[in-house]
């Protein structure tokens, strides 16, 4: 029941449509002005975001142009002077939401934490004030390697105050991988925490830092802030580390928001992809608090009265986008938590539920899988009354788990949002709107308002409904990236010329393949290059395969997604040793060690098969199809008369 096959998701046909109460109740009412409002956006996308960006956002200066678009690279409201931070938290402050919780926190073990507006504020300000004592300038990179405390939140808005791009590094990769994004991104300072909670262990955050920065590794880090959170023993370098709270206490709460271009960048977030070491994705300030702003309050139909929680850690796009900036610059309530659930908790989401009141519910597919099967007697045991709204994101969801969180978790009175988007893409692409959009399970059902979306072969020629394509969006959208940090040109090959601009018309490659039903449902199969999906999280089967062969005993790997019921995908791994050396179990022991010290936890191959010879074309490339094939135990199927020397194929399937 893990990934949707074709058959399960051509035979699904159930719809299901909101109570006429809700969709009364809702910011767009009926199917109808679904219709009228993404027709009027069509038709002129530029006026469509120009009137949003003038009703829903302040500015300190007006924009003069609305789009600029050289392809494939587009400026939003050039000339515009705004701050995103402002807008998550200033603006708010003369309203009524002065003392409104903005961010409730509910960590681990058992602490809990409400910030107002105006606390959130003054925390803010004063950390900005932080950054600029330690000499962060507008301009400069942070890197923000953090546990899911409010401290993560406080440090990302600090950054966006002072026009300082963030760069979050997600606290569970290694201090591999955080050194090589705190290179990439040239950061000036790191923030972390001594340790962070996850399920019912400590994570060594600080640790990690100090291994990343030792022997000069990331020489462009000056200083490291460190929050104090778990309280084991650390080591603090003089001159270089510093406590969070004893800087931030007397120090200033007062720093007005830096007036920022619309196209200043607002942060880096990396992403894997097909080839090389993962990108820096640019987002800039305007277009994306603009996008996150409007796709959360359509897409969740968010009220002033709602609870939101967004189940995501901020080190993904998830969190940065909807946990912090889409629901703050909402003046929504925004949760944070930062348990998980676990054999010895399995209720401790639905606890959260109960009680904080929480309307709407935001996570992955992965997650609601391992929910299912911890049972629904946990569920069924706590009051989940409150709930309004079901989301999510991270991976096609298969029917099954669709109808069981519509059930089970949504009473069958939730509507499910299943929303398809990127870290590229900063926000919703294709979504329902929950008073307006009949759902079926599994299709993020349509295009959000001033999204082009279609499906199109590789020569960018729309495919006919229920053929299978690849998706492509065909008009620059606020929220899109702006490029790939420090590398242009990556991000022309990677997006836009994959499928070959036709007559000056160029298409974003999303890397999904999809297909259109004849209704015009929307149903995303999953990815098309060599990305795998574990858990909901994007890993590059080339990043695995180069941690891989750095360890000296292997001299070439081969990583596959092999289906799994609960991850998704998970990690599999071919291979091959060098000369003198024997597999075994301690090896294979040693290599997902050796992967876990490169990479993350996430990226541990669940098996590595060892073989002579990995199945290669006469031109020498690895055959995946065919080592997809066995991880998953199927068949070789299609055509292997490519395949340079069969016999290697007969003896990995002998080692099955
Ligand atoms: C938000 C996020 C992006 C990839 C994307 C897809 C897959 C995400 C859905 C989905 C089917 C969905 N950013 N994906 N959401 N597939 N239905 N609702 O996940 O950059 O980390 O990953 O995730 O393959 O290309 S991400």
């Known amino acids: 029941m893990s990934q949707p096959t074709i058959e399960s998701i051509l035979q699904e046909k159930r719809v299901f449509s909101p109570s006429s109460e809700f969709s009364q109740a809702a910011h767009i009412k009926s199917l109808q002005e679904y219709q009228q409002v993404y027709d009027r956006a069509k038709a002129d996308p530029e006026k469509f975001w120009e009137e949003l960006a003038a009703s829903e956002l302040h500015w300190f200066q007006k924009w003069d142009k609305v789009l600029d678009w050289q392809p494939p690279f587009a400026q939003w409201f050039v000339g515009g002077k705004i701050n995103i931070s402002y807008n998550c938290l200033d603006r708010h402050l003369t309203t009524w939401r002065r003392n409104k919780a903005a961010l409730i926190w509910e960590g681990e073990p058992g602490d809990s934490r409400t910030l107002t507006y105006a606390q959130l504020h003054r925390e803010v300000c004063q950390f900005a004030n932080v950054l600029k004592q330690l000499g962060v300038k507008k301009g400069d990179r942070v890197g923000l390697y953090m546990p899911m405390i409010p401290e993560a939140a406080i440090a990302m808005l600090a950054c966006a105050r002072i026009g300082a791009p963030h760069t979050v590094i997600f606290g569970g990769f290694s201090a591999e991988a955080l050194k090589d994004r705190l290179v990439d991104a040239e950061a000036k300072l790191v923030v972390t925490a001594d340790g962070g909670w996850r399920k019912d262990k400590i994570v060594p955050l600080k640790e990690q830092v100090d291994k990343a920065l030792a022997n000069n590794g990331a020489p462009t880090v000056e200083n490291v802030l460190v929050v104090k959170r778990t309280a084991q023993e650390i080591t603090m370098e003089p001159g270089r580390d510093h406590w969070w709270h004893d800087l931030q206490a007397g120090v200033s ?194 295009p959000f308002p001033g999204i082009i979306a279609d499906i199109v072969d590789l020569e960018g020629n729309p495919v006919e409904d229920n053929q299978g394509g690849y998706l492509v ?169 490519t395949l340079e020397d069969r016999s290697v194929l007969d003896k990995l399937r002998g080692g099955a």
Request: hydrophobic share 35%; charged share 25%; net charge negative.
């Open 473 to 641: 969006v065909k008009h620059p959208w606020p929220g899109m990236m702006r490029t790939v940090y420090g590398n242009p040109e990556r991000f022309r090959r990677t997006y836009w010329e994959h499928i070959p601009p036709k007559d000056g018309k160029y298409l974003y490659f999303a890397g999904d393949g999809a297909r259109k039903d004849e209704d015009g449902y929307f149903w995303v199969m999953g990815r098309v290059d060599d990305v795998i999906n574990v858990s909901g999280h994007r890993l590059g089967t080339m990043e695995v395969e180069s941690a891989l062969v750095s360890h000296p005993a292997v001299a070439e790997a081969a990583v596959v997604g092999k289906p799994d019921e609960v991850k998704g995908e998970d990690v599999f791994a071919f291979v091959t040793l060098e000369g003198s050396i024997d597999a075994s179990e301690e090896l294979e022991k040693e290599l997902k060690k050796h992967v876990v010290g490169e990479i993350g936890a996430i990226a541990r191959p669940g098996e590595i098969r060892f073989t002579d010879a990995l199945p290669k074309t006469r031109s020498g490339k690895i055959m995946r199809r065919l080592l997809r094939n066995l991880a998953a135990g199927e068949e070789v199927a299609g055509d292997t008369s």
């Open 253 to 446: 709460g007062d720093c007005p928001a830096e007036p920022m271009d619309s196209e200043d960048m607002l942060f880096i977030l990396y992403t894997s992809g097909t080839t090389g070491k993962p990108k820096g994705v640019v987002h800039t300030t305007a277009g994306y608090n603009l996008y996150t702003h409007m796709t959360l309050k359509w897409a969740f139909d968010l009220k002033d009265t709602d609870v939101y929680w967004c189940t995501a850690d901020v080190g993904w796009i998830t969190g940065h986008s909807y946990i912090v900036y889409g629901p703050l610059s909402n003046g929504a309530t925004t949760l944070m938590y930062e348990g998980a659930p676990r054999p010895s908790n399995p209720g401790c989401l639905w606890d959260v539920v109960e009680k904080y009141g929480v309307n709407i519910f935001y996570t992955a597919p992965t997650a609601i899988r391992a929910l299912i099967k911890m049972g629904e007697e946990h569920p069924n045991a706590r009051d989940l009354s409150s709930l309004r709204i079901l989301g999510t994101v991270g991976e096609p969801i298969n029917p099954e788990a669709w109808i069981w969180y519509h059930r089970i978790i949504g009473g069958e009175r939730c509507p499910i949002v299943d929303t398809w988007w990127q870290t590229e893409t900063g926000g919703f692409m294709i979504t329902p709107l929950p008073g307006a959009t009949p759902t079926k399970p599994g299709s993020a059902t349509f």
